[in-house]
């Protein structure tokens, strides 16, 4: 009974004077800089309390057949459901990290049969239940513990992540075929606009009006036109292909709405729609106005992506790996019981079989393993150090990609008021001059050169809308949404 108090006044005393700090809890003290989404007037035009990202991405992606798509995406991506069951793995580390608390109890029953020289068999058994319980005294289990849960975390982040994009690249798929769709009906418009203006140069040549050049150059731009109308609708397979991967289905038609039918991300903040002149309603620009693309405080918004936040449950991961190796200094305490049934009384065979019980402490206590114990704590160390690191990159990359973001933003919604005028003013320009070449007064040269001009600016125009939607789709996604 005194050694068995000996034993426990020397680990109290060490625990005393070696082990402080080693059951610290990790504190994050990163801070995220005022400016780290910059300084620009686009920037500051955003600012405020509020942030788009803080919308659900059903409140944000407003139409219904692209909710839907995302809906079947987020249940049946491969991708997504790998992520879920890491998140079910670590959970299940989790668990055993925290069973490591209690003791462990085995039944290992065992018999012997012997015989010396001519004396009769002995036979003994022995029915124990053996208990083991390693003493947390130096933090080492609740350590292990900690950093499993922040292993957890991760797996939870990098779920978020992966859903993030996932909705994210299926949007701007979406978009992308609507986009497409919308060309493919200039093109095919502008084919039979151009075959009318073929035709026509044709009568000219027939009746000496004009020359077999014209004929040559109108037909040539007009087959040209046919081959843009097989490049869209090739286009299109392949984006309804990559939706479908996505969907993890075979390759199949895509349903999907009219470009412009459904806003998104604001009720007001519509994209343009054709009108029933020919002519397009300038409410585009809404889209990418700063008005509604609200950015919210950097410090805030950050801390909502998921990669920011994994970034720091890995500090937190490294903080109690490194304690843990801190403890690996310190000895380590193992408590073991014995109870059972046993006839062997060491040098005798009893029976019937009497009980037996036994209490065993022992202390281990380091003290040269060959520099694996140093060795590892200067490594987790080291390991920490560099997630550190890594953190800050992280949070200048996010303010980055939200900069990047919000100037894609501010560049389409000022080229969509030229590109919209454009459109406009070359349209009256085309019919002048097709009106001036069947009276004669101009040639097929100024005809040609305006039909291209217009079908080049219409597509122009409806691929920077498209690009305007994917750049406030990635300021969404910078900002931390679509994760809930």
């Not at 944000?60 to 909710?67: E, M, N, Y």
């Not at 950097?298 to 304690?323: G, K, S």
């Not at 005798?348 to 036994?358: D, M, Q």
């Not at 987790?380 to 973001?405: F, H, R």
């Amino acid at each position: 009974m005194k050694r068995l108090s000996v034993f426990f006044a020397t680990a109290a005393a060490s625990l005393l004077l070696t082990g402080c700090g080693l059951y610290n809890k990790y504190e994050h003290d990163s801070e995220v800089p005022d400016e780290a989404f910059g300084t620009s007037q686009d920037v500051l035009d955003a600012g405020g309390d509020t942030s788009i990202a803080q919308m659900s991405w059903r409140e944000f992606f407003t139409d219904p057949v692209l909710q839907s798509l995302i809906e079947m995406v987020l249940t049946h991506n491969t991708d997504l459901n790998s992520a879920r069951i890491a998140v079910e793995k670590s959970e299940a580390a989790l668990k055993m990290a925290r069973m490591a608390y209690l003791p462990s109890l085995y039944f290992s029953p065992q018999g012997t049969l012997a015989r010396f020289d001519d004396n009769p068999w002995s036979k003994t058994y022995n029915l124990p239940l053996q208990l083991s319980l390693d003493a947390d005294v130096f933090g080492s289990i609740t350590n292990k513990k900690r950093a499993a849960q922040a292993v957890l975390r991760q797996a939870q982040m990098r779920e978020e992540a992966v859903r993030a994009d996932l909705i994210s690249t299926t949007a701007q798929q979406y978009y992308m075929l609507q986009v497409l769709d919308r060309q493919l009906e200039i093109l095919t418009m502008t084919d039979s606009l151009w075959n009318a203006s073929l035709e026509t140069q044709k009568t000219l040549w027939e009746n000496g009006k004009s020359y077999s050049t014209a004929v040559n150059q109108m037909e040539s731009s007009y087959l040209n036109v046919k081959a843009q109308i097989v490049d869209t609708r090739r286009n299109i397979r392949a984006t309804e292909n990559a939706i479908c991967r996505l969907l993890t289905v075979t390759p199949q038609h895509v349903n999907r709405n009219k470009w412009g039918s459904s806003a998104l991300h604001h009720p007001d903040a519509r994209m343009s729609l054709p009108s029933g002149d020919g002519t397009s309603e300038d409410t585009g620009q809404r889209m990418f106005d700063t008005k509604f693309l609200k950015i919210g405080i950097p410090a805030t918004m950050l801390e909502m992506r998921p990669d920011i936040r994994m970034a720091n449950a890995a500090m937190e991961e490294a903080f109690y790996n490194t304690q843990a190796a801190r403890a690996a200094f310190f000895p380590g305490i193992t408590l073991n019981g014995t109870a059972g049934w046993t006839n062997s009384a060491g040098s005798a065979v009893v029976n019937p079989g009497k009980l037996l019980l036994s209490f065993v402490g022992s202390l281990t206590q380091p003290i040269f393993a060959r520099g694996k114990i140093k060795g590892n704590y200067r490594i987790s160390q080291l390991t920490e150090e560099d997630l550190k690191q890594k953190y800050a990159q992280t949070v200048i990359d996010a303010g980055n990609q939200v900069n990047e973001a919000l100037a894609d933003c501010e560049a389409a919604r000022e080229k969509h008021h030229f590109y919209h005028r454009q459109v406009d003013v070359l349209r009256e320009a085309y019919t002048g001059t097709h009106e001036l070449m069947d009276n004669g007064k101009a040639n097929y040269l100024e005809v040609l050169t305006a039909q291209e001009s217009l079908l080049n600016a219409q597509l122009s125009e409806a691929m920077n809308m498209y690009k305007g939607a994917q750049a406030v789709i990635a300021l969404y996604i910078a900002l931390g949404g679509a994760t809930k």
